[in-house]
C-alpha cells in the first residue's frame, strides 16, 4: 500500500513537472505585410494556437487561413478564395525547434534572443524556416517575437496577371505569441 502511495506521488510529480514546462497560447498573431508602389496589402491572424516546450525547445503553432483579417473585404475574399484557396487548404503550421532554447531562464524575467529552425506549411507546402526570436519572459510568462520572409511562389500561391504588380514577390511576416504556463 505503502509503495503504491509513493508511486502514485513519483507518478503526480513526473507528471506535474512536465506540465510546468509547457507553455500555450491560443491567441496568437501572425501579420503579414506586401509593399509594391501600387498598393500596400496586410492581414492579421489573432487566432493563432501554439505550443511551446521550455526544456527541449520543441515549439508549434497552426492557423487558419480564413482567420486572416484585411482592411477591406474584397482583399479578404480574393486571397481565401483565389491565392490561399483557404477552403481547400484550410490550415498553415510551423513545426520547430529553438536550437540554443538553454539561453532562456523561463524562470527569471528578462529578454532573451535565441535562434530557431523549424518546418513552414502552406497550401500542403513545406519549406525549411530558420531566423531569431526575442523572447520577453515576465512574471511566469513569455512573449516571442520573430520576423520572416516568405515567397508566396514557394507555397503555390498563384498570382493573376492582373494582380502581379500589386503583390510583393516577398512578405514580411510577423509572429508574436504571448505564451502562459500550461
Do not use: W
Not at 514546462?21 to 498573431?29: A, F, N, R, S, V
Not at 477552403?87 to 540554443?100: E, L, M, Q, R, V
Not at 534572443?113 to 515576465?138: E, S
Amino acid at each position: 500500500m505503502k509503495n503504491k502511495f509513493i508511486l502514485s506521488a513519483l507518478l503526480a510529480f513526473t507528471f506535474l513537472s512536465v506540465k510546468a514546462q509547457q507553455y500555450m497560447t491560443k491567441t496568437g498573431t501572425v501579420k503579414f505585410f506586401s509593399h509594391t508602389t501600387l498598393e500596400d496589402i496586410k492581414a492579421e491572424n489573432r487566432k493563432v494556437v501554439s505550443v511551446l516546450d521550455s526544456k527541449t525547445g520543441i515549439m508549434e503553432f497552426t492557423m487558419l487561413m480564413k482567420g486572416f483579417d484585411f482592411p477591406n473585404d474584397l482583399m479578404e475574399q480574393h486571397f481565401n478564395e483565389s491565392y490561399a484557396e483557404s477552403s481547400k487548404f484550410p490550415k498553415a503550421n510551423f513545426k520547430g525547434t529553438i536550437t540554443d532554447v538553454a539561453k532562456i531562464n523561463f524562470a527569471k524575467d528578462g529578454t532573451y534572443t535565441v535562434n530557431y529552425t523549424g518546418k513552414l506549411t502552406l497550401k500542403d507546402v513545406t519549406k525549411d524556416i530558420t531566423g531569431t526570436a526575442t523572447f520577453v519572459v515576465k512574471g511566469g510568462s513569455a512573449t516571442a517575437t520573430s520576423k520572416i520572409k516568405v515567397k508566396p511562389s514557394d507555397y503555390n500561391f498563384k498570382i493573376p496577371a492582373t494582380a502581379v504588380g500589386k503583390i510583393s514577390d516577398e512578405m514580411e511576416v510577423d509572429i508574436i505569441m504571448d505564451y502562459k504556463k500550461k
